[in-house]
Structures are given as C-alpha cells and as structure tokens.
T-cell receptor
C-alpha cells in the first residue's frame, strides 16, 4: 500500500510554455502533499506544502504565480510550471502524507518528473 | 536556525560495514528519517527514529541520540546496489521535513 504516482515521468517543452505535473495517491487519502525540486547532485528542496481544499504554502523564494499548485481532492495535487524557462529544468518530486494510519505519518514519494525546458 | 549535516561522500568496500552520520540542529524534533535515493529516482524510505536507541531492519540499522542531536545509519554486508545517496531528514513540527544534503555512498568491489 501507500503508492504515489506522478505523471508525466518525463517532459520536454519549449521555453515559454506551461507544463502540468500530476501527483496522485493511489491507495490512500492524503491530507497534505509536498512538492520538491531537486537539481543535479543536490538534495531535495521543498517548494510548497499543499493541503486539500486550501491554498498552498510556498517556501521562501518560490514564486507562487509561476508554480501553481492545486490540491482539489484528497488523492490529487497538480503543479503547473507556467511560462517555463531553461532554469526551471529540474527533477520535480511530490510526496503525500497519509490521512491516518502509521506511527509516524510517513511521507510517501512519487517517482518524480524530469522536466527539460529547451 | 535549522541545520542538518552529513558527509558529502563516502566510499566503502563490498561486503563491509559503513556508518553514515547525521547531526542536526532544529527548532523542534518530531522524528528523524533516513531515505535512500538512487540517481534519477525519488527517495525511498529506510528508517524512522523518534526515541533514543537503535532500530534494526535487516542489513540496515539506524541510531538516534536526541540529547546529542545525532543519528547514524549503519549498512552491513554492503552490496553494489547500495551505491546511492542517503538522505537524513528531521521533522521539526507536525509534518514538514528538513532535509540534509545527502551522503553519496560509493561501493567498490
């Protein structure tokens, strides 16, 4: 159990276009989903925390108008990179915190989305 | 401030034992996690410690000392597939994790 999927796994787009990444918890309900970005040879950087039905909380330095997050249901959160530029090329990973169960409310990670902006 | 330190890179031999240390200074503490991440993949959960002591799970063990702000991940009987980055993360509040930069572990035959 506790599977999180992401779609697409890879995307290549032209500069100036928008890209939507979906994160789904397949077999559990997630009150909270997290979006991370990871540049090569660096650790995970939290971009935003998304709670179902409310506005996302963005980390300092992350532009909320550029990285639009929608958490419309307990199993789906989307990240839209608007007007993408080459510097947005990165590995985007989502994680989901289970609504109930488990001793430690573990975060379950999606497989990640590799975004390349040309 | 919030700070998590772990070595950048370690090298070990197949079949041997390696210990990866993690020290932390956070405003709060609600558990420490270790994750394994292979290149190009998302992290996978290895262990969780919230109380002092050693948690053993197969070839992997994790230790925590809250008074010292210290944890280590112990990997025994190393295999080539254990070559990966190992991330230490601390939960300082209800659910948000603070991540270390990761330790790249290189296993040599």
């Amino acid at each position: 159990g506790a599977v999180v999927s992401q779609h697409p796994s890879r995307v290549i787009c032209k500069s100036g276009t928008s890209v939507k990444i979906e994160c789904r918890s397949l077999d559990f309900q997630a009150t909270t989903m997290f979006w991370y970005r990871q540049f090569p040879k660096q650790s995970l950087m939290l971009m935003a925390t998304s709670n179902e039905g409310s506005k996302a909380t963005y980390e300092q330095g992350v532009e909320k108008d550029k990285f639009l997050i929608n958490h419309a249901s307990l199993t789906l959160s989307t990240l839209t990179v608007t007007s993408a530029h080459p510097e947005d090329s990165s590995f985007y990973i989502c994680s989901a915190r289970r609504l109930a169960g488990g001793d430690y409310n573990e975060q379950f990670f999606g497989p990640g989305t590799r975004l390349t902006v040309l | 401030g919030q700070n998590i330190d772990q070595p950048t890179e370690m090298t070990a031999t197949e079949g041997a034992i390696v210990q990866i240390n993690c020290t932390y200074q956070t405003s709060g503490f609600n558990g420490l996690f270790w994750y394994q991440q292979h290149a190009g993949e998302a992290p996978t959960f290895l262990s969780y410690n919230v109380l002092d002591g050693l948690e053993e799970k197969g070839r992997f063990s994790s230790f925590l000392s809250r008074s010292k702000g210290y944890s280590y991940l112990l990997l025994k009987e190393l295999q080539m597939k254990d070559s990966a980055s190992y991330l230490c993360a601390v939960r300082d509040g209800d659910y948000q994790l603070i991540w270390g930069a990761g330790t790249k572990l290189i296993i040599k035959p």
